[in-house]
């Protein structure tokens, strides 16, 4: 039973990050923007076309009063939209109800219209292009959206119903169409709301990478989180990769102590910086580090790493006799993008070989 009530709640309210429900405030008000701009340019074209060409319906009870309603509210929810989203410093959510208002607003032009247009014997595009643009323009959480546009087609039929009992209204159709338009307006949210969390966790994730360090203080080289900013002066670039691993180093950590394992990855970023690359060297793990040679001959790599091997063989655990053994395997091409780059360092992984 818990289950069914968690599944209807995520159904009708589904739980989104704030600053993602923020994003949807913010949207929905310049969809609102936008079509109150809409609005009031169209209303005021028909409005003159009327004047010039159509006067005889400013005879109509009410025809006059609903044109110069329709544009001057749209001017209206034109001018505060665009106050809350350009001169306004409070959150956008202070603002939901802009929208809301707006739509109730264009829904009594929409009723009054299609009405007028139903007691001449006429189609009522006006109530449903009114729903149709609520479902398009507006992100609405399920609940709010099953409210207003079932609310709102159950009351226009009402209307209808009590002027002269809707005989030509189809009720199957129209419940059809009110649930299709629902049903729209909940997957539009749905959707948006999933695109805006995806967004958010990307945007998560790269300020958290931003704040990672770059340098470590132990080796005086670089941490792998550099290679990521590092990676566009490698692209397109002949490189050779080589991957250093230190052997048992969790042992030499156990029995000598944290102190003299810094100072054993102290001494070997010392040798890297001396003899392999002193800007393109990264401790890439606890005991693993990785090198890449940029623009640099083969031949002429394997010279610098046979010295850099030389100078490791006579490394020792600090006053101890005990002898500093590490592994290492090299891979080289031209990477393309950032995931060429991850299998040549792969590759040199996989091809690690001792030093002796």
Known sequence: MATFSNKLKDLFSPYIHPSIRESIYHINLQATKIFALFMSILESAIFLFMI???????????????????????LFFLFITNYA????HKPYSRYRFIYIAYYFSILAFGMFTSFYHYSHGEQMLAFFATEFCVASF?????????LLIIGSYIGFYGILFAYNGAPTVNLINYTVLAFLTTAGSVRK???????????HRIETMNEMMQNLPVHDATTNLKS???????FTS???HPIIVIM????????????YGTKTGNEILSNIGELISNHLTENAAYRYGDDSFLIILQDVDVDVAM???????????TLKVPESETMVHCNSGYSHGTPRDEEDLRLLIDAAAVKRREFL
Do not use: H
């Not at 507006?138 to 099953?146: G, K, Q, V, Y």
């Not at 949210?189 to 967004?199: D, N, P, S, V």
């Not at 010279?303 to 030389?310: D, G, H, M, N, V």
């Open 189 to 199: 949210y749905r959707t948006q709301a999933t695109e805006l969390e995806r967004i």
């Open 138 to 146: 507006l992100i609405l959480p399920p609940w709010c959206s099953i």
């Open 52 to 74: 010039f060409f159509e006067k005889e319906f400013f005879g109509e009870p009410f025809v006059l009063l609903m044109c110069l309603y329709a544009i001057f509210s749209s």
């Open 244 to 255: 250093l691993d230190i052997d048992d180093f969790t042992s030499i950590n156990e029995a």
């Open 85 to 88: 989203l350009r001169k306004s």
């Open 224 to 230: 792998r989180y550099a290679l990521r900013d590092d």
């Open 234 to 236: 490698y692209q397109n």
């Open 303 to 313: 010279q610098k790493l046979s010295r850099f091997e030389r100078s490791l063989a």
